[in-house]
């Protein structure tokens, strides 16, 4: 086996090439868990926003149904009802107090 010259410039330059793959590795940590870190926050957000989404949206559908069925029930107590009118059009014996239904149209 040779041997080799091993001068202490040589392993001042090994120990600085080997800094410097220490501190790139370092580096490239770094950046592998802020963009790790990025993302995870992204996921959230995106779930947070649309989960409220699809929250108001089912707040506002609850709403326009119970706003439908209200009026509706409005309409067809105040118009499906017997309406006690008088009969302009009646020409029976009872005169102008006859009553007729009236019905929703």
Known sequence: ?????????????????????????????????????????????????????????VVVVVVVVVVVVVVEVVVVVSYGKILWVTNPMDTNTRGKNQIFKKKCT
């Open 1 to 57: 086996m040779p041997t080799v010259n091993v001068t202490r410039s040589d392993i001042r330059r090994r120990k600085r090439t080997l800094g410097h793959a220490v501190r790139d590795v370092e580096r490239q940590v770094v950046v592998v868990v802020v963009v790790v870190v990025v993302v995870v926050v992204v996921v959230v957000v995106v779930v947070v926003v649309v989960v409220v989404v699809v929250v108001v949206v």
